[in-house]
């Protein structure tokens, strides 16, 4: 028996799970029944960088779809019997930032391979080519129903300051964008001429320059320049992550954050001691909060050794309170395609960050705030917000239910008191999976900050107590997708849900002289798979372009 035949007849086992798993085979979900809408999505082309040293990128085949059986078996037929329930798109892990952000500490890349990427300062450009890409696709891939909503995991600012939410939202809502803060002048990193950082404007020898990256004449000129986003064109949903809510996506907020980002004084470059017990800081999973201040002392003594330059001070970089994100995702200047809030109900706070919202006629979305304020890049979630979880599944028992978070199952074991809520206990990874489990109409749980791509199946005694849990690469580092989820029941006692990933609309090769706002999100690109300090995350064939069967339980 062939692969083909065996999927098509419902006989995919053991042998064929082999077959899978050693990457031997592609196919279809049903070969008589290609993808409906395949262009522009990763069903039709893929992208891959070419030769060697500093890569330019060029387009490869297609993937086609990975049938995973780990939970429920598929039927012949199935794509002929289908109703689309739900078609969404989860976008992750922007880290849209202020890259002249004097809180910034590009200088910690030596050993936090995220404090610094050279791609960054075009974050805005590349982040408007995702969602001309989501608009341009309209429809789900595989089932054709008009998208229903994009939904946004969290990690979205980089470095919680107030210039990037207005920059992010300017981007998601549509309309002209104002990618720069402080003076008129470029003054990042990137214009600093160290050499251990992409000086785009400069010819002189740097590790990028050895490295073969490019001279581009203008970019950072054109990387603050005004331009315009088209905006979301579906309903667009927000999730909190940990680096929208503390500096450095690790610090809880205190008062040396603020000074800083507020401030005239920059460290471009340190090095010792205080550099690498600053970097252990902000790389902790987990942080007691007492140990916070210990980053305001360790600044100051960088400052008083390091490489410091005076730059403009700039007000609208302060740290945003919740409050203060709350008042903008809820401004008329920022409700785009809506709903009003993006999620965020009148009766949200900043202890209540989560909510339910329905998605398609029988699929609810239920977003949950995984962050801790204590600090620590890991999360958790604490009594109040686990009791509300059991009380929304259970209430809405005749639903299909998707569960969006920002932090996966893995990365859930930051259990210090979060200060928004002392008096309560926090609770793990495990906890969240349990009550999941309890609940037979939850489908999948979706999330991020792992930055990679990957696909877990929860099975369970009851088989309809099954789901998955799908963890999505972010678009900040290579290779900078989407992913579409669509939700389908077959009428053959299980459900579907199909799994694509969708590459951002922007040229493969830009032009060095092209400056233009198309031209920067096909360079940010580039850029993110050529950089120095980080892999590629696609994962691997089963964690992309996939069908995730399951048993129907609401049949």
Request: hydrophobic content about 40%; overall charge negative.
């Given at each position: 028996?062939?692969?083909r035949?065996?999927?098509?007849?419902?006989?995919?086992?053991?042998?064929?799970?082999?077959?899978?798993?050693?990457?031997?085979?592609?196919w279809?979900?049903d070969?008589?029944?290609?993808?409906?809408?395949?262009?522009?999505?990763?069903?039709?082309?893929t992208?891959?960088?070419?030769?060697?040293?500093?890569?330019?990128?060029?387009?490869?085949?297609?993937e086609?779809?990975?049938?995973?059986d780990d939970?429920?078996?598929?039927?012949?037929?199935?794509t002929?019997?289908?109703?689309?329930?739900?078609?969404?798109?989860?976008?992750?892990?922007?880290?849209?930032?202020?890259?002249?952000?004097?809180?910034?500490?590009?200088?910690?890349?030596?050993?936090?391979?995220?404090?610094y990427?050279?791609?960054?300062?075009?974050?805005?450009?590349?982040?408007?080519?995702l969602?001309?890409?989501?608009?341009?696709l309209?429809?789900?891939?595989?089932?054709?129903?008009?998208?229903?909503?994009?939904?946004?995991?969290?990690?979205?600012?980089?470095?919680?300051?107030g210039?990037?939410?207005?920059?992010?939202?300017?981007?998601?809502?549509?309309?002209?964008?104002?990618?720069?803060?402080?003076?008129?002048?470029?003054?990042?990193?990137?214009?600093?001429?160290?050499w251990?950082?992409?000086?785009?404007?400069?010819?002189e020898?740097?590790?990028?320059?050895?490295?073969?990256?490019?001279?581009?004449?203008?970019?950072?000129?054109?990387?603050?320049?005004?331009?315009t986003?088209?905006?979301?064109?579906?309903?667009w949903?927000?999730t909190?992550?940990n680096?929208?809510?503390?500096a450095?996506?690790?610090?809880?907020?205190?008062?040396?954050?603020?000074?800083?980002?507020?401030?005239?004084?920059?460290?471009?470059?340190?090095?010792?001691?205080?550099?690498?017990?600053?970097a252990?800081l902000a790389?902790?999973?987990?942080?007691?909060?007492?140990?916070?201040e210990?980053?305001?002392?360790?600044?100051?003594?960088?400052?008083?050794?390091?490489?410091?330059?005076?730059?403009?001070p700039?007000?609208?970089?302060?740290?945003?309170?919740?409050?203060?994100?709350?008042?903008?995702?809820r401004?008329?200047?920022?409700?785009?395609?809506?709903?009003?809030?993006?999620?965020?109900?009148?009766?949200?706070?900043?202890?209540t960050?989560?909510?339910?919202?329905?998605?398609?006629?029988?699929?609810?979305?239920?977003s949950?705030?995984?962050?801790?304020?204590?600090?620590?890049a890991?999360?958790?979630?604490g009594?109040?917000?686990?009791?509300?979880?059991?009380?929304?599944?259970?209430?809405?028992?005749?639903?299909?239910?998707?569960?969006?978070?920002?932090?996966?199952?893995?990365r859930?074991?930051?259990?210090?008191a979060?200060?928004?809520?002392?008096?309560?206990?926090?609770h793990?990874?495990d906890?969240?999976?349990?009550?999941?489990?309890?609940?037979?109409?939850?489908?999948?749980?979706?999330?991020?900050?792992?930055?990679?791509?990957?696909?877990?199946?929860?099975?369970?005694?009851d088989?309809?107590?099954a789901?998955?849990?799908?963890?999505t690469?972010?678009?900040?580092d290579?290779?900078?997708?989407?992913?579409?989820?669509?939700?389908?029941?077959?009428?053959?006692?299980?459900?579907?849900?199909?799994?694509?990933?969708?590459?951002t609309?922007?040229?493969?090769?830009?032009?060095?002289?092209?400056?233009?706002?198309?031209?920067?999100?096909?360079?940010?690109?580039e850029?993110?798979?050529?950089?120095?300090?980080?892999r590629?995350?696609?994962?691997?064939?089963?964690?992309?372009?996939?069908?995730?069967?399951?048993?129907?339980?609401?049949?």
């Amino acid at each position: 028996m062939t692969r083909r035949t065996a999927v098509q007849t419902g006989m995919y086992g053991v042998g064929a799970a082999a077959l899978l798993a050693a990457g031997s085979y592609d196919w279809w979900i049903d070969d008589e029944h290609p993808p409906v809408h395949a262009r522009g999505t990763t069903l039709d082309s893929t992208i891959r960088p070419s030769g060697d040293g500093y890569r330019r990128l060029v387009s490869a085949p297609g993937e086609a779809v990975a049938v995973r059986d780990d939970l429920a078996a598929p039927r012949r037929g199935r794509t002929e019997r289908r109703t689309a329930l739900a078609a969404v798109v989860q976008v992750t892990d922007l880290h849209v930032v202020d890259t002249q952000n004097p809180m910034r500490c590009e200088f910690l890349d030596r050993q936090v391979r995220t404090s610094y990427r050279p791609q960054e300062l075009l974050a805005p450009h590349g982040t408007t080519a995702l969602v001309q890409a989501i608009n341009s696709l309209g429809v789900g891939p595989l089932t054709g129903r008009p998208l229903d909503a994009v939904i946004a995991t969290g990690d979205l600012t980089d470095n919680h300051s107030g210039t990037e939410l207005a920059v992010l939202l300017g981007v998601l809502a549509g309309g002209v964008v104002r990618p720069d803060s402080g003076s008129t002048r470029y003054e990042g990193v990137a214009a600093s001429g160290l050499w251990h950082h992409w000086q785009p404007g400069s010819a002189e020898e740097t590790r990028y320059r050895r490295a073969g990256f490019p001279h581009v004449t203008g970019l950072l000129e054109a990387a603050v320049r005004p331009f315009t986003s088209p905006g979301f064109a579906v309903p667009w949903l927000l999730t909190m992550g940990n680096h929208d809510d503390t500096a450095l996506g690790t610090l809880m907020s205190r008062p040396f954050a603020r000074e800083w980002a507020i401030g005239d004084r920059k460290i471009y470059d340190a090095t010792g001691d205080a550099t690498v017990h600053l970097a252990e800081l902000a790389s902790c999973r987990v942080l007691d909060p007492r140990r916070t201040e210990e980053a305001g002392d360790l600044l100051r003594r960088l400052a008083r050794h390091g490489d410091v330059r005076t730059v403009t001070p700039d007000a609208r970089r302060a740290p945003f309170t919740t409050e203060e994100y709350l008042a903008a995702v809820r401004s008329p200047a920022y409700a785009g395609a809506g709903p009003v809030g993006h999620g965020f109900t009148d009766d949200a706070g900043a202890e209540t960050l989560y909510y339910a919202h329905r998605l398609g006629e029988r699929v609810v979305g239920v977003s949950l705030d995984t962050t801790n304020q204590a600090g620590g890049a890991d999360g958790s979630i604490g009594d109040a917000q686990l009791a509300w979880l059991r009380r929304t599944l259970a209430a809405h028992a005749d639903d299909y239910v998707l569960v969006f978070s920002h932090h996966p199952s893995w990365r859930m074991a930051n259990l210090i008191a979060d200060p928004r809520l002392p008096e309560e206990n926090r609770h793990d990874g495990d906890a969240v999976l349990a009550a999941l489990h309890d609940h037979p109409n939850v489908l999948a749980w979706v999330n991020g900050h792992c930055h990679r791509n990957e696909i877990v199946a929860h099975g369970h005694g009851d088989p309809r107590r099954a789901f998955w849990e799908i963890n999505t690469v972010s678009h900040v580092d290579a290779p900078q997708q989407a992913r579409i989820v669509e939700v389908a029941q077959n009428h053959d006692g299980t459900v579907s849900l199909l799994s694509t990933m969708l590459d951002t609309d922007a040229p493969l090769q830009p032009a060095y002289d092209d400056l233009s706002t198309t031209a920067l999100g096909g360079l940010y690109r580039e850029l993110a798979f050529n950089d120095l300090s980080r892999r590629n995350r696609r994962g691997g064939r089963r964690d992309r372009n996939t069908e995730l069967l399951l048993p129907d339980p609401l049949a």
